[in-house]
């Protein structure tokens, strides 16, 4: 089995995600409807795809998780590469990412979503169901504050699917994993590092969504994911994620920092034959900002409804925009020129293991470390050549 070439095979026909599984023929999801063409893919040959692609350092890693998540270059485009285990055998799950640097153009999103970051602090949340376009917003608007702004950006990514190349804005990328053993140490580790901005690939757990919050009530520009169908659903799935106990606290913080939530999903346009985001946009007035407060999250949707003067938009009122525009832009299938190589991981470091475990009151402590021996080989020691009392002396007055 040539992983290689199903890849070419679903770029020529213009598809989105490849599955493969074994004993099925491969199925390519195109304009959002599954298709299944050519034989049946061999376990064993998915098997040895699998193994070569993940390597041999992190293959104990698969078999002890029965997952693994990757991004990789192949066939000349970037993918998001899920390796899994199935009743069948070693199944992959690859998304094929643009070939281009994302842009709010390109994308065919709608201008006003570049205002959206301009401040310098606060939170902006992108929304939406799984595979709807989320990472490609994100990496839009991280792109729009690059060419724009000269800004220290800083993203924890699982696995990184974008990569920026820098002009007016210093990037920094951390894949988890790689980079980082988990996205609530990469999260501490950049309120250390001197950002201005920092972009959160997903907020899993409640963990790394109190980081996030945290992070943009401390002057930071902060922009995340989350999975959701709509703007008020996005904000009420944060809350719900924390203890009841501390829910209102939560719902405090949350309204204070917040600057905007985009909701989104794909919807093919036969005329042009290409799918093109629809986005729903709530912007933090000071009414939503209390019906946040209050956890009366129901009272968004007519907030949405009322808020066009301040830059809202509903999924109708956004379609009826789409209707009228007629400066879309196509996506080209050759790969910009200036990708490079940059993308492929580093390979200075080893794959960082799992992170380890909280300690708790009975969990034994490590030994401690031996002193290292003065003449063991390899130490260099550093003879002074003038005694302390000379030194004292030279000193004194």
């Known amino acids: 089995m040539d992983l290689e070439a199903l890849v070419g095979l679903a770029l020529n026909h213009g598809a989105s995600d490849l599955h493969l599984e074994a004993g099925l023929p491969a199925a390519l999801r195109i304009r959002g409807a599954l298709r299944t063409m050519g034989e049946p893919v061999p376990a064993a040959g998915l098997l040895d795809a699998a193994r070569g692609v993940v390597g041999e350092a992190q293959w104990p890693r698969f078999l002890e998780r029965r997952s693994f998540d990757f991004s990789r270059t192949i066939h000349g485009v970037r993918c998001r590469i899920n390796v899994l285990q199935t009743s069948r055998g070693v199944g992959f799950a690859i998304r094929l990412l643009a070939s281009f640097q994302a842009t709010v153009e390109k994308l065919n999103l709608h201008p006003d979503l570049k205002k959206l970051v301009l401040p310098t602090n606060g939170l902006i949340l992108v929304s939406g169901p799984t595979g709807c376009g989320k990472s490609s917003t994100l990496a839009a608007l991280i792109q729009e504050i690059n060419l724009t702004d000269a800004r220290h950006i800083v993203t924890i990514e699982s696995p990184i699917e974008y990569v920026f190349r820098p002009r007016r804005a210093y990037i920094r990328q951390r894949e988890v994993g790689r980079d980082t053993p988990s996205f609530e140490q990469g999260l501490l580790d950049a309120l250390r590092e001197d950002p201005d901005v920092l972009m959160v690939g997903e907020m899993r757990d409640p963990e790394t969504m109190r980081l996030t919050l945290n992070a943009s009530e401390t002057g930071h520009l902060v922009l995340a994911t989350v999975h959701s169908s709509t703007?008020?659903?996005?904000?009420?799935?944060?809350?719900?994620?924390?203890?009841?106990?501390?829910?209102?606290?939560?719902?405090?913080?949350?309204?204070?920092?917040?600057?905007?939530?985009?909701?989104?999903?794909?919807?093919?346009?036969?005329?042009?034959?290409?799918?093109?985001?629809?986005?729903?946009?709530?912007?933090?007035?000071?009414?939503?900002?209390?019906?946040?407060?209050?956890?009366?999250?129901?009272?968004?949707?007519?907030?949405?409804?009322?808020?066009?003067?301040?830059?809202?938009?509903?999924?109708?009122?956004?379609?009826?925009?789409?209707?009228?525009?007629?400066?879309?832009?196509?996506?080209?299938?050759?790969?910009?020129?200036?990708?490079?190589?940059?993308?492929?991981?580093?390979?200075?470091?080893p794959r960082l293991p799992p992170a380890p475990p909280p300690l708790t009151a009975t969990t034994p402590r490590p030994a401690a470390a031996p002193h290292p021996d003065p003449g063991a080989p390899g130490r260099i020691e550093i003879e002074p050549t003038e005694t302390f009392e000379k030194i004292l002396k030279k000193g004194g007055p």
């Open 231 to 349: 703007c008020a659903e996005a904000l009420q799935r944060v809350v719900a994620a924390f203890p009841a106990e501390i829910q209102s606290g939560v719902s405090a913080q949350l309204a204070d920092c917040l600057l905007a939530v985009i909701s989104q999903r794909l919807r093919f346009r036969p005329e042009l034959n290409i799918r093109v985001p629809e986005c729903e946009i709530l912007a933090a007035t000071h009414a939503v900002k209390n019906f946040i407060r209050t956890r009366e999250f129901f009272k968004i949707v007519s907030a949405l409804e009322t808020g066009a003067e301040h830059g809202m938009w509903t999924f109708p009122r956004y379609r009826a925009w789409l209707d009228k525009r007629a400066n879309f832009i196509l996506p080209s299938r050759e790969p910009e020129s200036e990708e490079s190589e940059s993308a492929a991981p580093a390979k200075s470091l």
